[in-house]
Every structure is written in structure tokens, then in C-alpha cells.
């Protein structure tokens, strides 16, 4: 570590001081720490029965407060929102735990991310992308850790299999974006593509009424998806997010972008083609329209042996509890403490794999 400038240094070892001493425990106890709790299924805790470690969720900035704050590893998801203040009450109080800065919006908005990334111990970037932008001497960059099914359990997902494998489904395309000042070229393309096929189920939405749709329960939720065959995902700025995994779990074949910069990282190319997810041939009208088409035909070829194979994946591979796994798994024996690499080529990026 001599080669990091010394306050930089410092911090790396104190945070790979806190992970020495949570390598090997029996019980590790994880707090899972979103301000946007809406996103998590209210039966979160299901998927964890089984769980070598403990886990809590909260969303109460006072919870380091309480007299029964006792965590090895907080999980921060970051929203751009308060985190980089929690985390420093979190380098401050006596009880050190690990910071691990789950950047669910590391895509855009890289002075609000580098901010909050100082801070942290680690950082697991959900879009790798762009991980470089929050890389600095003093935090360690961890693996990809991308989004996943948020609004539904796993549990609740294999209670409703057969009634998404049965649902009665419409051929038209599926798909709610929220307006974003970041966003431009994405909705001049739905402004135009509702020109073009004003019937489809293709809109738009202000941030605003993200709590209309949360608002219902997580069974009408699952079959406004379910009731389509094929759903659209534009990214923001090339991310994936959620809207990848749920449209899996509910059946349906997505149609994505041609450039998709993590797809290939996050879901291998074979698997993309025998669920299968179908790339826009171009960014246009033209190109939403063919991939559409493309993507009913083979819906309706595979049928429900189709709808089951991709819920199936999804649910297996892309929930919460299998990247909180992934995450906490980093602090087993023999992984993380072996692996920690410096690269100098775009600054110092010191890298826990």
C-alpha cells in the first residue's frame, strides 16, 4: 500500500482491517439500508430462512442510535439520496461496521456517487460500466454486483408460478418509463413510437407517480406485467435495471437496446438466446417495432414451456437474496483477503475481486 498517497492509505487498511476481523465469524449479522424501501418486497425476509447469516432491513436513518445496533456488514444502497451522511455517522460511531456502498446509480450523476463512494469502506458498482467513476485511492472498488427482482420475494414468486405460467396474455408491448431530466433521448423515441402505434402499452410517467404504482399490491403488480407477452426496456443510460428481471419473472420476452453495454456480463450470451432476450436491430421506431414482432413470434412458440423457463431463471438466478449472497460471500474464508489488486493506468483504483 505504500504507493497510495498515506490518508488514502489509511483508510483502505482500516477497512480491510474491518473485514480481517469479520473473515471467519460463525454469524455474521448484515443490516440491508435503503431510503427508498417501497423497492423491497414486504416479505423480504422470506428468502433469508435459510441464511448462514442474519439480516435486517431498514430505512430509519436513527436506527445507529438504538441500543441493539450490532452489524458486521451494512448494506448501503445508494439512491443518491443521504447516503454518504449515514456512512460517515457509520466511520464514526465505536462499533465499526463495514460500509459496502451498493451503487444502484452509479450510471449518472457521478459527483453525488464519488461523494458518497469516499466514504464507504467498499463499493459494489450495479452498472460496471461506469464503475470508474467512483473509483478513488481511498475506497476499494468491489465486484458487479447488478439490480435484480426487487418488488417480489422469491418466496412469493414460486407461490405464484403456475398462475403466471396459465396467465391470458395481449399481444401488445409493455412498457413504463418515468420521466428524467437525463433521459432525453429516451423519450423523444416513446413520444415518436406512440405516434406511430398509439395502441400499444408504451408511456410515460412522472417521478411523482411512482408511488401510484406501488401503491397496489404485489399481486396486481405481478399481472399488469403478466398480462403482456413481450415488454420494452430502454435504460436511462445504458443500465440495467430491475425492469430486465421482472419482466423475466413474469414471462415475458424482453426487447432491449442494441447497445446494452453489461448484458453479456450479467446474463450469458447462450442464455440470452434460448430464453430468449431479443436486441433492437437500431435505437429508432423502426427498430422497437421489428423487435416486437420478432419477440411474439417466438413467445408464442415457446409458449409456456417459454413463460416457466424464463420465470425460472430469473427467479433463481436474479433475485435480492442472490446478491446479498454474493456480497456476503466476499467475507468468507480464503476470497476477498487474497484477492485486493492496485491498478495506476486511469488513477489509483484499488480493486477487492
Not at 89 to 97: A, F, G, N, V
Not at 119 to 128: C, L, Q, R, T
Not at 161 to 179: H, M, P, T, W
Not at 265 to 275: A, C, F, G, M
Request: include cysteine.
Amino acid at each position: 500500500m505504500n504507493a497510495i498517497p498515506k490518508i488514502s492509505s489509511a483508510k483502505i487498511e482500516n477497512s480491510l482491517g474491518k473485514l480481517r476481523r469479520i473473515i471467519g465469524k460463525q454469524s455474521i449479522n448484515v443490516l440491508f439500508f435503503t431510503e427508498n424501501k417501497f423497492l423491497i418486497s414486504h416479505d423480504f425476509h422470506k428468502d433469508f430462512s435459510n441464511s448462514y447469516y442474519n439480516i435486517v432491513v431498514s430505512s430509519d436513518l436513527s436506527i445507529i442510535e438504538g441500543e441493539n445496533f450490532d452489524f458486521d456488514i451494512i448494506i448501503l444502497c445508494g439512491h443518491l439520496k443521504n447516503e454518504e451522511i449515514f456512512s460517515w455517522k457509520l466511520q464514526t460511531i465505536p462499533r465499526q461496521p463495514f460500509v459496502a456502498l451498493w451503487a444502484w446509480d452509479n450510471h449518472h450523476e457521478p459527483i453525488l456517487n464519488i461523494q458518497a463512494a469516499m466514504i464507504a469502506d467498499a463499493v459494489f458498482p450495479a452498472h460496471w460500466f461506469a464503475h470508474d467513476d467512483m473509483a478513488n485511492a481511498a475506497t476499494l472498488i468491489a465486484p458487479h454486483l447488478p439490480l435484480c427482482i426487487t418488488q417480489w420475494s422469491s418466496d412469493f414468486l414460486t407461490s405464484m408460478e403456475q398462475r403466471i405460467v396459465s396467465a391470458e396474455r395481449c399481444d401488445k408491448l409493455y412498457g413504463g418509463f418515468f420521466n428524467h431530466a437525463d433521459a432525453a433521448e429516451r423519450e423523444e423515441l416513446i413520444r415518436s413510437y406512440r405516434v406511430r402505434c398509439p395502441e400499444e402499452h408504451v408511456f410515460t410517467l412522472s417521478l411523482d407517480k411512482r408511488s401510484i404504482y406501488f401503491s397496489y399490491s404485489p399481486e396486481q403488480r405481478l399481472f399488469d406485467w403478466a398480462s403482456h407477452k413481450v415488454s420494452l426496456n430502454l435504460p436511462l443510460k445504458n443500465d440495467i435495471s430491475q425492469r430486465l428481471f421482472d419482466a423475466l419473472a413474469c414471462g415475458l420476452v424482453p426487447v432491449v437496446p442494441p447497445d446494452f453495454p453489461d448484458l453479456d456480463l450479467v446474463i450469458p450470451r447462450h442464455d440470452q438466446h434460448s430464453l430468449p432476450i431479443l436486441r433492437m436491430e437500431s435505437y429508432s421506431v423502426e427498430g422497437i417495432v421489428d423487435a416486437h414482432t420478432r419477440a411474439l413470434t417466438l413467445f408464442d412458440r415457446d409458449g409456456k414451456q417459454g413463460v416457466m423457463r424464463r420465470h425460472r431463471f430469473a427467479r433463481n438466478n436474479h433475485g435480492l437474496r442472490n446478491r446479498i449472497d454474493r456480497l456476503v460471500g466476499l467475507f468468507r474464508p480464503g476470497t476477498a483477503l487474497s484477492r485486493i489488486r492496485i491498478e495506476f493506468e486511469r488513477g489509483i483504483h484499488v480493486y477487492l475481486t
